[in-house]
């Protein structure tokens, strides 16, 4: 199919050019894809081709339900067509094309963050061509070898026009023009350094490397020739599993998801009975750089009998959200739109199946390659534990893919921590933290370390939330180590000598006199069971945490405020016995400024700020000069 596309002037004298400037995100993609040197430039035609694809995709979807659409073109196709006299290199499709407006919408602005993504993390990669795909900008890898790019599109079901022109310095035009032919074509001015892109050879070596799954045909044209196709154009989740290699399944995930890194996990299977469907999943090897995106959508396409649908019907719950991929119905109806899907019940049927299968191929993945495993884990784990406080439903399953970083271990199963308990141990043990630094510091953990406790080191913020809500783990409920009272005294310390006799009852003379100096600073003052190195530490007794408490306090409307802790004291700790001693001897008073700067070392202790730093700062003067200061002649 030879490219008909003429760029003249609209007889008609429909207005002159329009002058734009760009966003100026794209401003500065645009000197990155001009001034910059990429070891790859094949990128662009994969992704132009790829983009031409969705057009495509697009226009089918919208002919079921205006069959019209195609009557001027019927044939859905790509044509490549290079023009060596004029160095020109012409991408067309007889997709669904773009209005006026979508040429300046789409072409010089970007709605999401994707270009500022894309030009901060290309900075720490090198110039890593894969990315540009990944952030949703393809169409400007056009400047890595065009010195000017015209795009003329003619929308689907409409007679006008236009010419969007830019040589990529900061402005663009947007003209009307004649067009025969619906779709989109891209015509490429390229420098002298790109011209091998014009040779035949170039151009099919580029198409069959990236872009032969397209499920569209891709025509190559030159000169008077007949149009050849020089892709294979068959949907390559048709396509027995034995017939596709690593690298074609490689390349269909970055052409769905601009993540061209290996995939980590691969889930192609047909699926028979009460719904026929075929599914190609794959775990990227990557993290996609929309994965924390507020909206948690999924990124799955649904199709019906090789016909594209939507890309937003939520195939797997969100914190699956990072699986890319297709589902391929075979008895859904073809005219169903985007809304009745929200809610059809074979699409629902589909959902619980797909995810259970997805779940289970992990948990596959954890028991045959842990190597690969953790490397998945360590990229997605914050996000499918996201599914341990929503789907309640499947927490079993859940249960068992999950790892923690634990005193013990760099990543723990609940399996694995359940088979080590200690004598006499009854619960999972937790610690949650804002970070890993902050965790592995934790005075709390002093009793249960010198026990031998193994203790999970909770440090993603869905953790807090999952975690409260959990009833437990093989009859072994989780218990918090920076909550109510340490019930440590029936398992033994591996240093049996160290649990040496305390005074008990000058301890609790001192807990008194701490707690009348720092009033409602307080909730209460208590001698520690979980405290072997330290002189204090907080606790709380409400029914958070003090980590989800902080989380929550900072969230506007939470109602949320962080409740007065209770402070601990080591009865063995030496400033413990000698402050006790203070007391017994000149009364509480003389701890007083004691009190406040053993509270004030506590919340330093767990990386939170002192209530008061003025005060904090006089009393560390005043100890100071008692220790070091000469005495006065």
């Given at each position: 199919?030879?490219?008909?596309?003429?760029?003249?002037?609209?007889?008609?004298?429909?207005?002159?050019?329009?002058?734009?400037?760009?966003?100026?995100?794209?401003?500065?993609?645009?000197?990155?894809?001009?001034?910059?040197?990429?070891?790859?430039?094949?990128?662009?035609?994969?992704?132009?081709?790829?983009?031409?694809?969705?057009?495509?995709?697009?226009?089918?979807?919208?002919?079921?339900?205006?069959?019209?659409?195609?009557?001027?073109?019927?044939?859905?196709?790509?044509?490549?067509?290079?023009?060596?006299?004029?160095?020109?290199?012409?991408?067309?499709?007889?997709?669904?094309?773009?209005?006026?407006?979508?040429?300046?919408?789409?072409?010089?602005?970007?709605?999401?963050?994707?270009?500022?993504?894309?030009?901060?993390?290309?900075?720490?990669?090198?110039?890593?061509?894969?990315?540009?795909?990944?952030?949703?900008?393809?169409?400007?890898?056009?400047?890595?070898?065009?010195?000017?790019?015209?795009?003329?599109?003619?929308?689907?079901?409409?007679?006008?026009?236009?010419?969007?022109?830019?040589?990529?310095?900061?402005?663009?035009?947007?003209?009307?023009?004649?067009?025969?032919?619906?779709?989109?074509?891209?015509?490429?001015?390229?420098?002298?350094?790109?011209?091998?892109?014009?040779?035949?050879?170039?151009?099919?070596?580029?198409?069959?490397?990236?872009?032969?799954?397209?499920?569209?045909?891709?025509?190559?044209?030159?000169?008077?020739?007949?149009?050849?196709?020089?892709?294979?154009?068959?949907?390559?989740?048709?396509?027995?599993?034995?017939?596709?290699?690593?690298?074609?399944?490689?390349?269909?995930?970055?052409?769905?998801?601009?993540?061209?890194?290996?995939?980590?996990?691969?889930?192609?299977?047909?699926?028979?009975?009460?719904?026929?469907?075929?599914?190609?999943?794959?775990?990227?090897?990557?993290?996609?750089?929309d994965l924390y995106d507020p909206e948690r959508r999924g990124r799955q396409k649904l199709y019906v009998k090789r016909v594209y649908i939507a890309d937003d019907v939520e195939l797997l719950p969100a914190y699956l959200r990072f699986v890319r991929g297709i589902v391929d119905s075979e008895d859904m109806p073809l005219n169903i739109s985007r809304e009745m899907l929200?809610?059809?019940?074979?699409?629902?049927?589909?959902?619980?199946?797909?995810?259970?299968?997805?779940?289970?191929?992990?948990?596959?993945?954890?028991?045959?390659?842990?190597?690969?495993?953790?490397?998945?884990?360590?990229?997605?784990?914050?996000?499918?534990?996201?599914?341990?406080?929503?789907?309640?439903?499947?927490?079993?399953?859940?249960?068992?893919?999950?790892?923690?970083?634990?005193?013990?271990?760099?990543?723990?199963?609940?399996?694995?921590?359940?088979?080590?308990?200690?004598?006499?141990?009854?619960?999972?043990?937790?610690?949650?933290?804002?970070?890993?630094?902050?965790?592995?510091?934790?005075?709390?953990?002093?009793?249960?370390?010198?026990?031998?406790?193994?203790?999970?080191?909770?440090?993603?913020?869905?953790?807090?939330?999952?975690?409260?809500?959990?009833?437990?783990?093989?009859?072994?409920?989780?218990?918090?180590?920076?909550?109510?009272?340490?019930?440590?005294?029936?398992?033994?310390?591996?240093?049996?000598?160290?649990?040496?006799?305390?005074?008990?009852?000058?301890?609790?003379?001192?807990?008194?006199?701490?707690?009348?100096?720092?009033?409602?600073?307080?909730?209460?003052?208590?001698?520690?069971?979980?405290?072997?190195?330290?002189?204090?530490?907080?606790?709380?007794?409400?029914?958070?945490?003090?980590?989800?408490?902080?989380?929550?306090?900072?969230?506007?409307?939470?109602?949320?405020?962080?409740?007065?802790?209770?402070?601990?004291?080591?009865?063995?700790?030496?400033?413990?016995?000698?402050?006790?001693?203070?007391?017994?001897?000149?009364?509480?008073?003389?701890?007083?400024?004691?009190?406040?700067?053993?509270?004030?070392?506590?919340?330093?202790?767990?990386?939170?700020?002192?209530?008061?730093?003025?005060?904090?700062?006089?009393?560390?003067?005043?100890?100071?000069?008692?220790?070091?200061?000469?005495?006065?002649?």
């Open positions: 199919m030879a490219n008909d596309t003429t760029a003249t002037v609209d007889a008609a004298g429909r207005g002159l050019p329009t002058s734009h400037q760009f966003q100026a995100e794209v401003t500065k993609l645009l000197q990155l894809m001009v001034h910059s040197v990429y070891s790859d430039r094949d990128v662009f035609l994969r992704e132009l081709i790829s983009n031409a694809a969705d057009a495509l995709d697009k226009l089918r979807y919208a002919a079921i339900a205006a069959p019209g659409l195609l009557e001027d073109a019927p044939e859905l196709a790509i044509t490549i067509t290079p023009d060596k006299e004029k160095k020109t290199l012409t991408i067309a499709d007889t997709g669904i094309g773009m209005s006026e407006r979508e040429l300046v919408e789409n072409l010089g602005t970007i709605a999401k963050s994707g270009t500022q993504a894309f030009v901060e993390d290309v900075k720490t990669k090198q110039g890593d061509v894969r990315l540009i795909g990944q952030f949703g900008i393809g169409f400007y890898s056009a400047f890595i070898v065009a010195s000017r790019v015209d795009v003329i599109s003619r929308r689907a079901g409409s007679d006008h026009a236009f010419m969007w022109s830019s040589d990529g310095t900061g402005s663009f035009t947007v003209s009307p023009v004649v067009s025969a032919q619906r779709g989109t074509s891209i015509i490429l001015h390229l420098r002298d350094d790109a011209l091998e892109f014009l040779e035949d050879w170039k151009i099919e070596s580029v198409v069959r490397t990236y872009s032969d799954h397209i499920a569209h045909p891709i025509m190559l044209s030159i000169g008077n020739e007949t149009a050849r196709q020089i892709n294979a154009a068959n949907a390559i989740w048709t396509r027995p599993k034995a017939e596709i290699t690593p690298e074609q399944h490689k390349e269909f995930l970055g052409h769905i998801s601009g993540n061209y890194a290996d995939p980590a996990l691969t889930l192609h299977y047909r699926a028979e009975g009460r719904h026929e469907y075929t599914v190609l999943l794959y775990v990227p090897g990557e993290r996609p750089f929200q809610n059809n019940p074979q699409v629902a049927a589909i959902r619980k199946a797909v995810t259970n299968k997805v779940l289970s191929e992990i948990k596959k993945l954890a028991e045959t390659d842990e190597a690969a495993f953790l490397k998945l884990w360590q990229v997605f784990g914050p996000v499918i534990k996201e599914g341990l406080y929503e789907d309640m439903e499947r927490r079993d399953q859940l249960y068992d893919i999950v790892r923690f970083r634990s005193t013990r271990d760099e990543a723990v199963s609940l399996k694995d921590y359940v088979s080590r308990l200690k004598e006499n141990q009854t619960a999972i043990y937790y610690l949650t933290a804002e970070d890993a630094a902050k965790a592995d510091a934790s005075p709390q953990l002093e009793g249960y370390k010198a026990r031998g406790v193994e203790v999970l080191l909770l440090t993603d913020p869905v953790d807090s939330f999952w975690v409260r809500t959990a009833l437990g783990f093989d009859g072994k409920p989780f218990k918090s180590v920076t909550q109510g009272a340490a019930d440590l005294d029936l398992i033994k310390r591996q240093d049996e000598a160290a649990d040496a006799g305390t005074d008990d009852a000058a301890t609790a003379v001192l807990a008194a006199a701490l707690k009348q100096a720092l009033g409602a600073g307080v909730k209460d003052v208590r001698a520690s069971k979980r405290l072997t190195e330290s002189a204090v530490c907080l606790v709380n007794d409400s029914q958070m945490d003090r980590t989800l408490e902080k989380l929550l306090s900072r969230q506007k409307d939470s109602g949320v405020t962080v409740s007065a802790p209770i402070l601990e004291i080591n009865p063995s700790h030496p400033l413990i016995e000698a402050l006790a001693r203070l007391v017994k001897a000149k009364g509480a008073s003389a701890v007083e400024d004691a009190a406040s700067l053993l509270l004030d070392q506590a919340f330093i202790s767990e990386g939170e700020p002192v209530p008061d730093p003025a005060a904090f700062a006089r009393r560390l003067t005043l100890v100071m000069n008692l220790a070091f200061a000469p005495p006065n002649p």
